[in-house]
């Protein structure tokens, strides 16, 4: 029986939630499964992903094949990465110890990313509401005041240079006449 990891859609209309699920390839999309191992929601911001890495690992080693997006998403959430790692403990490239304290750093590692990303996010969101709200104002534009300067210099010189140009065409015409 192939076994395929992949999304099982939820949600309404224009409003996607899939379940990330273990399913018989021969099975419908939205239908008999064999495990639920997570969740992903695309509509927040950033993109909330709920996945059993344990559950998800020991999938792929009993040869279970994501699908692209849940491939893309067992990358992020880091259960290549520790298939990767036991790879190389099976092959004696390093220990068993090793791989797990590896793995361990990069999880805490992209967990603080993740945290700093959602952090980030709602910072983002209050200064929004807060400019819209009216309590903050709007944050001045920084100007360069010698490149202003220069700026005015060229743009005065340029329209007196202009105006110049205008006059004595009018005073010429006016001397023909």
């Not at 224009?14 to 239908?31: E, L, N, Q």
């Not at 890495?53 to 992020?76: C, E, M, N, S, Y």
């Not at 104002?137 to 490149?147: F, G, L, R």
């Amino acid at each position: 029986m192939p076994v395929k990891i992949r999304l099982a859609r939820r949600g309404r209309k224009k409003r996607p939630f899939y379940h990330i699920v273990i399913a018989d390839s021969r099975a419908p999309r939205d239908g008999r499964f064999i495990e639920k191992i997570g969740s992903y929601n695309p509509m927040t911001k950033p993109a909330t992903i709920e996945i059993d890495r344990d559950v998800a690992f020991d999938w792929l080693q009993k040869g279970a094949q994501p699908t692209d997006t849940v491939k893309a998403i067992l990358k992020f959430k880091g259960v290549l990465y520790r298939k990767h790692l036991q790879r190389g403990v099976s092959k004696g490239a390093m220990t068993q110890e090793e791989a797990d304290t590896k793995y361990q750093e990069w999880i805490a590692a992209k967990d603080a990313k993740i945290a700093e990303r959602f952090a980030q996010t709602a910072q983002e969101k209050a200064d929004r509401n807060k400019l819209i709200s009216g309590v903050a104002k709007a944050a001045p534009k920084i100007v360069d005041e010698d490149a202003g300067a220069e700026f005015r210099e060229d743009a005065e010189g340029t329209v007196s240079d202009a105006t110049e140009a205008v006059e004595s065409t009018d005073t010429a015409a006016g001397e023909e006449e």
